[in-house]
């Protein structure tokens, strides 16, 4: 199974930071890669797919690059509703897996 | 507006089973796969289950496999898992998810509680 680590775990920074988030995979999954947000109480909301791909309507502030085995997770300028926990998922194979999770804290 | 309303929570002693639902709106619900992702109290997000959306075939974590049946009634545009041989770690929010057209998750439901005590 492909295992997927994030980092770090927690994150804390202040409003108009530039933040990046990790994402590493066990093995080679080429671009398949998403990054959902969640928000407390809520369901994740996908913002990314295919690596660098961005959502309709997902803030442009937020991108997403890499391949193969290192991903990254970028928010350009942070801001107060970016306050959630990130996941990143493979979907190489049917048998997804996701990272564990960033919680990103406003200071 | 696509939109997934699970259904189904409960309290379930160890051992016990439930069966959970998921109605779909706003879409061609046979065209698509469809997935269950839980998430236990405090923590990050596992994937439990998926079936196809043209080829009836079903995956299953490890974690499950053998316990946890997923099923789907495209005439109903509902999705099932049946939860079976219920243990304490089984403890989570159970969402379901649609899954785009290469396996990532576009729309999730907003999620149903199981919690397993005796």
């Known amino acids: 199974d492909i295992q997927m680590t994030q980092s770090p775990s927690t994150l804390s920074a202040s409003v108009g930071d530039r933040v990046t988030i990790t994402c590493r995979a066990s093995?080679?999954?080429?671009?398949?890669l998403a990054w959902y947000q969640q928000k407390p109480g809520k369901a994740p909301k996908l913002l990314i797919s295919k690596a660098s791909n961005l959502e309709t309507g997902v803030p442009s502030r937020f991108s997403g690059s890499g391949s193969g085995t290192e991903f990254t997770l970028t928010i350009s300028s942070l801001q107060p509703d970016d306050l959630a926990t990130y996941y990143c998922?493979?979907?190489?194979?049917?048998?997804?897996?996701f990272g564990q999770g960033t919680k990103l804290e406003i200071k | 507006e696509v939109q997934l309303v699970e259904s189904g929570r409960g309290l379930v002693r160890p051992g016990g089973s439930l069966r959970l639902s998921c109605a779909g709106s706003g879409f061609t619900f046979s065209s698509y796969a469809m997935s269950w992702v839980r998430q236990p109290p405090g923590e990050g997000l596992e994937w439990v289950s998926t079936f196809s959306g043209s080829a009836d075939t079903t995956y299953y974590a490890d974690s499950v496999k053998g316990r946890f049946t997923i099923s789907r009634d495209n005439s109903k545009n509902t999705l099932y898992l049946q939860v079976s041989s219920l243990r304490a770690e089984d403890t989570a929010v159970y969402y379901c998810?649609?899954?785009?057209?290469?396996?990532?998750?576009?729309?999730w439901g907003q999620g149903v509680l199981v919690t397993v005590s005796s």
């Open positions: 093995e080679s999954i080429g671009v398949w």
């Open positions: 998922q493979h979907y190489v194979t049917y048998f997804y897996s």
């Open positions: 998810a649609r899954v785009a057209a290469h396996g990532y998750f576009d729309f």
